[in-house]
């Protein structure tokens, strides 16, 4: 059972654009959301996570939409750039487990 | 901000032969060190949970016995693949838990290669 699907499984955008990925999740007691960059060969990075209480975050150029009802959170990424390019991860954890249940992840191009 | 080393990077072992990665929190305390395994273009799928001073938790399907972990100290937890084997090949990034920062800080990751 994949408890957490993430869409588009891969991605182009031209740079300056806004990229778009997108999360749901099935289990409820979920209550921490965060979002990982990952370039080949190295461990994910924290870019940005988000509690059920709050329906956005934004740090810098990243942002994060929570919908708690549909069970749905995205990333958008402001102004993309060439730099950016690498896989995103969402990922979930809550309800008893403290590990995280990732997304199959999202390989994102940015053309310059 | 939290930081979590992770040796070696790479290794190379014959098959049969058992392989030993460690994990450390620099400059934050972990009760709790988390294990993933990664396949190339493939997601990180948890494989246990390293509670410090008691026995890991390991998720269904992972062979406790070839995949030991040991929790010894509040700062450092080990995983040794016992008795490799090509199949085993694979990158495997631990994490640990800053309560402090509330997030999930990983480690940069061990590629392993079995041959």
């Known amino acids: 059972q994949q408890q957490v699907k993430q869409s588009p499984q891969s991605l182009i955008v031209q740079k300056g654009g806004i990229s778009i990925i997108n999360c749901a999740y099935e289990n409820t007691a979920f209550d921490y959301f965060p979002w990982y960059q990952q370039f080949p060969g190295k461990g994910p990075a924290l870019l940005i996570a988000?509690?059920?209480?709050?329906s956005e975050k934004k740090e810098g150029r990243f942002t994060i939409s929570f919908n708690k009802s549909a069970k749905q959170f995205s990333l958008h990424i402001m102004d993309s750039q060439p730099g950016d390019s690498a896989t995103y991860f969402c990922a979930a954890s809550g309800g008893g487990a403290d590990g995280l249940t990732f997304g199959k992840g999202t390989h994102l191009i940015i053309q310059p | 901000g939290a930081v979590v080393s992770q040796h070696p990077s790479r290794v190379i072992c014959k098959s049969g032969t058992s392989v030993k990665i460690e994990c450390r929190s620099l400059?934050?305390?972990?009760?709790?060190m988390f294990w993933y395994r990664q396949f190339p273009k493939q997601s990180l799928m948890l494989m246990a949970t390293s509670n410090e001073g008691s026995k890991a938790t390991y998720e269904q399907g992972v062979e406790k016995d070839k995949f030991l972990i040991n929790h010894a100290s509040l700062t450092l937890s080990t995983l040794t693949v016992t008795s490799a084997h090509p199949e085993d090949s694979s990158f495997y990034i631990c994490?640990?838990?800053?309560w402090g920062v509330g997030g999930y800080t990983f480690g940069s990751g061990t590629r392993l290669t079995v041959v």
């Open positions: 994490s640990a838990r800053d």
């Open positions: 400059d934050f305390q972990a009760t709790t």
């Open positions: 988000i509690r059920p209480d709050v």
